[in-house]
């Protein structure tokens, strides 16, 4: 199965998405892998079982969210140029969307960018994070304040991959594919509450049709200058909370889940959404074991924080809404008030 990108609009090269077709892969160049101990020890033989190049060699870095910085990047760079990549060489990112995201954006700042692709082996990064070219670190300001917008030349998703990933980073994906549905397609989020994702082909479908949105959405707005906003429904209240939390207490996926029903909450205050779709929401989401509560509070200093978010721009926050399921708001300039007020009822969550 594939999925094209095409950038009509842009000067990034198309590329193709590969789902369950992963080839014997060959390169007259030098290759670095980058992943982490956690994937190199599940999957790494198998990868090199399927790689072959002038000369190869293997990056690992730390897992999680909390490593993804300025150190590790430069931890990665470093080795590029110890082991003596130019601009020909080929750098690879195997693991979720942590490595995903550091691995493109040394690609694009190591001698002012060589290729990468991306083989992504968690369902979040499958279905999100390895699609549509968003690479970069975070700092203490917040999440993903530090990157750029660079294409890789391919991307492999493998279902099977997702055999010996964890319990809660199997749920973090699945409040992704919840969210581009909510947003995008009221089909989708149909046949989402009657599918079971821990079903093979339920899931391969839904990877699908999530990689489909996300591909037609970032081929139309590349660097997200309008409709591939939508695709932070439910990203500004989680980036808060993460920040908040030191990247330590929820994963990616999860913050997201609370994210969404904070905004549904908003939605529903602004007659965009009914109740009982945001209800239809949350169910949805309790089912995959995701959190859907968060203390938030000072709900003054939660507000504050919005503003240190990159899509916030000339002061004034602008929210991602979901207007019924299956359609989208994008919401600027609301009154401080009222998001407060929505803030207070997550207080003491």
Known sequence: MQTEIRFDKTASADYTIYIDEFPKL?????????????????????????????????????????????????????????????????????????????TGFAASIFQRGIDFIQIPTTLLSQVDASVGGKTGINNRFGKNLVGAFYQPKAVYIETDLL????????AAGVAEIVKMAVTFDADFFAFLEQADLHRKSDLAEAIRKSVETKARVVAEDEKEKGIRAVLNYGHTFAHVIENQTGYSRFLHGEAVAIGMVMANRLAVRL??????????????????????????????????????????????????????IGGYEIVEGLDKKIVTEVLDTFKDA
């Open 271 to 324: 007659g965009l959404l009914d109740q009982e779709e945001a209800d239809r929401i949350e169910v949805l989401l309790k089912r995959y074991g995701l959190p859907v509560t968060y203390d938030v509070g000072d709900s003054e200093r939660f507000y504050d924080a919005f503003f240190m978010d990159k899509k916030t721009q000339n002061a004034t926050i602008k929210f991602i809404l979901p207007h019924h």
């Open 163 to 170: 055999k010996t990933l964890p319990k809660r980073e199997f």
């Open 26 to 102: 060959t390169f007259d160049r030098k290759v670095v892998i980058v992943t982490n101990p956690k994937v190199a020890g599940l999957h790494l033989g198998w990868l090199l079982a399927r790689i072959d190049a002038k000369e190869r060699y293997v990056i690992t870095v730390p897992d999680g969210e909390a490593y993804k910085n300025h150190q590790t990047l430069d931890l990665i760079l470093e080795n590029l140029f110890n082991h003596r990549l130019d601009r020909s060489s080929l750098l690879i990112a195997f693991g979720g969307g942590v490595i995903g995201d550091m």
